[in-house]
């Protein structure tokens, strides 16, 4: 039995959905949709934006995704440094604080340089290039940068 489907934009908070007595609603699908914004900012400013216009800077969790940037990116014209979410206070993380499934997964530019390197002492925040390879680089430089916005699919079924 085909269930019918709803989607919500995590710009929604939980008071917003109406309980449905007798109705159980599950999380089905989660879909992140890239933005690539052209206008340079440093990446806290990126962040904010982000997090004001979207749902946060770009979590990348494999390959497939590093792609879907790339060719986001190139689509648009732009060959050179673009921030994404991932940045450092002692140990990688994610702007979203994202630890699930794919939460580690990196793509440090090794081949033309042994990236991350924390050149001069504060180089925390990560950005990558055309080819895709991720470095450390200053927080405060300003790059354009992706944002991503969380779309969740939910299946609902009616218990009565």
Known sequence: VDLPTFTVDTKLTSEALVPLTGWNIIPSCLLHQYHFVVDPMNWTEAQSYCRDTYTDLATIENTEEMNQLINTVSSAGHRSEVWIGLYSKIDWRWSDSYRGSG??????????????DFGSANQFCVCFGGDGGWWDDQCSIEYPFICYRVTIIFSYQNDK
């Open 103 to 116: 939460a580690q997964y990196k793509n440090w530019d090794n081949y033309n340089d042994n990236e991350p």
